[in-house]
């Protein structure tokens, strides 16, 4: 974001202020007519110059906040015009001041000026610098000597060497069926994908994953030859025997029955991105859920078909986060099962992974761990926790979205895994779900804003 530079005029004040408060109080053992009103008086003084510097201050503080807003704005559509070649560079003073004055809308700033600068390569790319400088003229701290209070700020934008991977990890549990929470979902996310296909100039230059998930998630019913899955308990749980005792015969199911859900992985790589090429722990166990979701779609700048498969979203099924957040994670990684496409080396790579629930973990594969109703000793938000440390090692950003529309305790184990305190947003009702997503999409759009 923007360098901040703060408004240097306070230790002045104070010690105009404090001369006007000593020379009072060297006058006071000298007068002997002294009473109440003159006391007040005193008093008054120091105290009104304080109030009106605050004043006079808070002014110019919300005239360089605006300008900061207005500056980072600019310097992205600058940035989009010149890498899009709707402008050239001869242009860029006269878009910048025609950007700036359509978005700067204080009325206390005076003589406010504005610059840009253009570099055509640097370590982060092509960048575009947006200066910008003004006054508040004040309305108390005049009597103590200052006329104006100046402040300035600035905004550049980088483009050219980074591109941007994000996971969708969207809970479409039965519960989303409740209080309009699915049918408002359904437009946010579509939203957001708009959003984030706004930012890219080239094809590739922004890939988005969609993980739906309920207790397990969906890889696609077409895998069932994939080395990557694990048959063992699939195998267990859909076979038709016949006979009686010793004499019992046992035939599993084909696997071309298999509706496409798997489950968690055995501890520890449940919470990790291991590939699955060792032994059968590293694999992805299938499983026969009733309640499968729709089938998860790896990285694409397809994004008619993002916002395709996010219509095809249903609710169904128990809470169990971190599976979706593991796939979330797989879709992110450059080996099986998904495979995302690979990082090319002239390029930096942005990758995010947005989690959205609306309840609390109540089951996963462990029945030991939740019964679909109930977590039992806070278990699966154990292991969210380490999926969630590892995942943050890696260097991805993540954003966390606790919807709670029936007054649950704040998910404690959604905070934890966002990536810092403002990346987490929790919303009472269905009516706020758009915003939280805009809000998101806002803050993806500007990590092109470098400084």
Known sequence: MGQRNPISVTIMLRISITSQIRAALGRFPAADQGNIAVLFAVALLPLLSFMGAAIDYTRANSARTSMQAALDSTSLMLAKDLSDGRITTDQIGAKATAYFNGLYTNKDARSVTISATYTASS?????IQVNGSGAVITEFMKVAG????????SSTSAWGHTRMRVALALDV???MAQDGKMDALKPAAKRLIDQL??????PGDVYVSIIPFAKDVNVGASNYNASWINWSDWDEDNKTCSGWGWSASCTPKNHNTWNGCVTDRDQNYDTQNTAPTGGPSTRFYAEQYNACPAQLM???YDFAALKNKI???TPNGGTNQPIGIAWGWQSLTSTAPLNAP?????YTYSKVLIVMSDGLNTQNRWPSYGNGQTQYNGQIDARQRILCDNIKAAGITIYAMHVNTDNDPTSAVLQYCASSPDKF??????TQIMAAFNSIGSSLSKLRVAR
């Not at 370590?123 to 960048?127: D, L």
């Not at 200052?146 to 700020?153: A, D, K, L, V």
């Open 123 to 127: 370590s982060q790319g092509s960048t």
């Open 146 to 153: 200052f006329p104006t209070i100046g402040f300035n700020t």
């Open 173 to 175: 549990t039965g519960s």
């Open 197 to 202: 296909s706004a930012l890219a100039k080239n």
């Open 298 to 300: 790896p990285l694409s």
């Open 311 to 313: 219509d095809s979203l």
């Open 342 to 346: 690979p990082e090319e080396a002239n």
């Open 425 to 430: 947003s929790t919303v009472t009702s269905a």
